[in-house]
């Protein structure tokens, strides 16, 4: 800890700006498809979500967005209406309904993936790996709240 003792206030700002910066250019890459398709961030982080766990039912959707469910409602009605997603009844629990993604959701969301990944793929490449581990953890414990 005593190796942490040079940061600052002034630093600490100037990290949280960078953060702010890297999401911004990061989330910017793909505005262009999400436009033509009427959509925005939050179909995004939706997306995200039930890309890399399929089958998430709406309350786990709910819990790892951090929204109401009057606003994931809308979200997940527009990418119902886009034929994006599909919702199938669980075979446990008739009351559940988990999420996948369809057939264009899958080709929409490769999309979007490959308008983000050259950015994140390019500044991984020109980073040590010790960087790039030490980043991640401390990401990781910036989103655990430690």
Do not use: C, W
Request: hydrophobic share 40%; proline share 2%; no cysteine.
């Amino acid at each position: 800890m005593k190796d942490l003792l040079y940061l600052k206030d002034d630093q600490i700002k100037e990290f949280i700006q960078l953060l702010y910066y890297a999401y911004r250019e990061t989330f910017s890459d793909p505005k262009k498809i999400l436009a033509e398709n009427f959509l925005g961030p939050a179909h995004l982080r939706a997306l995200h979500l039930i890309e890399s766990n399929p089958g998430i039912n709406l309350g786990e959707l709910i819990f790892k967005l951090k929204v109401t469910k009057q606003s994931l409602n809308r979200v997940l009605r527009d990418l119902i209406n886009a034929k994006f997603i599909k919702q199938i009844q669980d075979e446990n629990d008739t009351r559940k309904k988990n999420l996948f993604l369809d057939k264009e959701g899958k080709i929409f969301f490769e999309s979007v993936y490959n308008s983000q990944k050259k950015r994140i793929f390019n500044a991984l490449k020109n980073s040590s790996s010790d960087s790039v581990i030490k980043f991640k953890d401390v990401l990781k414990k910036i989103i655990d709240g430690k």
